[in-house]
Nanobody, 128 residues
Framework: QVQLAESGGGSVQAGGSLRLSCVASYRPHCMAWFRQAPQAPRREREGVASINSDGSTTYAESVKGRFTVSKDNAKNTLYLQMNNLKPEDTAMYYC??????????????????????WGQGTLVTVSS
């Protein structure tokens, strides 16, 4: 099973930026970012963005225009550039590997729980 390790979380003020990274032990076909708000149960972990092996991306409506997902294939690393952060973006952010069939939208469904692997998470806190 792939090993995933996130980094880059921290505390910022509203309007600020952060870049998250996720190093994978090998290159999956599809990788994605999820987030789980403080005190929220795991089943409410929500999809944020994905990127497929061909570079195609999919975003949740709440982050479109503010977040950008990208990858560096040579480094097996996934990124999430987060700009214009809002207090409601405060959450633990997880990277995950998905089945290719889930990459273009299925992962955004409520209570989606079919990821092949999860990282340990990195905390993002946005203050107003």
């Amino acid at each position: 099973q792939v090993q995933l390790a996130e980094s880059g979380g921290g505390s910022v003020q509203a309007g600020g930026s952060l870049r998250l990274s996720c190093v994978a032990s090998y290159r999956p076909h599809c990788m994605a970012w999820f987030r789980q708000a403080p005190q929220a149960p795991r089943r409410e972990r929500e999809g944020v963005a994905s990127i497929n092996s061909d570079g195609s991306t999919t975003y949740a409506e709440s982050v479109k225009g503010r977040f950008t997902v990208s990858k560096d294939n040579a480094k097996n690393t996934l990124y999430l550039q987060m700009n214009n952060l809002k207090p409601e973006d405060t959450a633990m952010y997880y990277c995950a590997t998905l089945r290719s069939m889930d990459c273009s939208g299925t992962f955004l469904r409520p209570y989606y729980n079919a990821a092949d692997a999860w990282g340990q998470g990195t905390l993002v806190t946005v203050s107003s």
